[in-house]
């Protein structure tokens, strides 16, 4: 081959490639701003103990302080709380920066900080956890989440499996008694207020353009019928299984992941709708109190198979 004839070799950079207007970073902190309406209203729950909200008050390992402080002072104890679970919250966050840059130091990796993807996915492991959590337990997930979940990987668009759920499971298989405590509920999910708001959120994201509406869709739509399905081995109806849990975060904030997720929009409908099944299916037999993010690993790992349905042809160019 002469070198006329010689092929040019692209260099296409990771994922997402869709063409758009908005940054990363953009997009970033604009899901980071539609999480917030959820972190308000989980440690209101908390703090507040709304009726379907956590029967137990603690933040970290200073709940047994906060009490004494609050009563030496004649402070309501309630905004103290509200105060120290949005404090953790802004911790988990400031930690995920934090490492993220010090791996990438380390790694001698490009400085991405500043995109807010690891501030992301601070806020999002912060949700999920109980505020009784300690926050030894709470660092140790984000380290392993930025770590082991994204940057081993190379960062935005190599990683295989969403990092939060990464870190996630192996808090819980490591000490499922401080992700799981009698009585508490996640951040995220400490009453109905709070999985509206996350609800909200993810409608905001979607009218705005940053997340596509197929697999939020599909995914809720596939708990609601098959609960009614497997309604004999579960604890409640169809709509209170997609108003529970995580599932709403998880649809809206989570399986929408750009990088863990289909790109067509056949895949996008299916990957969805296994997700949706897999929750009820692990709710219905398994034995772990939130089976949502087990199924978002598993189609995270289904993702490069059902990538390979190929779209029409006319759905390519809307694309490119």
Not at 8 to 35: D, E, Q, Y
């Amino acid at each position: 081959m002469s070198v006329l004839e010689k092929p040019i070799i692209f260099t296409v950079g990771s994922a997402p490639h869709w063409r758009s207007k908005s940054s990363i970073a953009g997009i970033n902190w604009m899901i980071l701003a539609a999480l917030l309406p959820t972190a308000l209203a989980g440690a209101y729950g908390h703090a507040f103990d709304l009726p379907s909200g956590a029967a137990i008050r603690s933040v970290g390992s200073i709940d047994s302080l906060v009490s004494s402080l609050a009563g030496e002072l004649g402070i309501d104890v309630s905004a103290l709380w509200l105060v120290g679970i949005m404090g953790t919250l802004t911790l988990a966050l400031g930690l995920a920066v934090l490492f993220e840059y010090a791996i990438q130091l380390v790694m001698r990796q490009p400085y991405r900080v500043l995109d807010g993807h690891a501030a992301l996915m601070g806020a999002l492991m912060g949700l999920m956890m109980p505020p009784s959590v300690p926050l030894w337990v709470l660092a140790v997930g984000i380290f392993l989440t930025i770590f082991l979940g994204k940057q081993i990987f190379g960062g935005i668009g190599g990683y295989p499996m969403h990092p939060v759920m990464v870190g996630w499971l192996i808090l819980l298989l490591s000490w499922p008694k401080h992700v799981y405590p009698l009585g508490t509920a996640g951040i995220a999910t400490s009453s109905s207020l709070a999985i509206w708001a996350s609800l909200a959120g993810g409608l905001f994201l979607w009218f705005k353009g940053i997340i596509r509406p197929q697999v939020p869709i599909a995914m809720l739509v596939a708990v609601l019928v098959f609960s009614w399905f497997f309604a004999g081995r579960l604890d409640s109806g169809p709509m209170e299984q997609v108003f529970s849990g995580n599932v709403v975060l998880a649809a809206f904030f989570i399986a929408t992941d750009s990088t863990c997720s289909p790109a067509n929009r056949r895949a996008l409908w299916l990957y969805g709708a296994i997700g949706g099944f897999l929750i009820v299916l692990i709710r219905a037999y398994g034995v772990w109190p939130d089976a949502v993010p087990f199924a978002v690993l598993l189609i995270n790992i289904l993702n490069p198979l059902l990538d390979r349905i190929k779209p029409r042809i006319k759905e390519v160019g809307r694309h490119a």
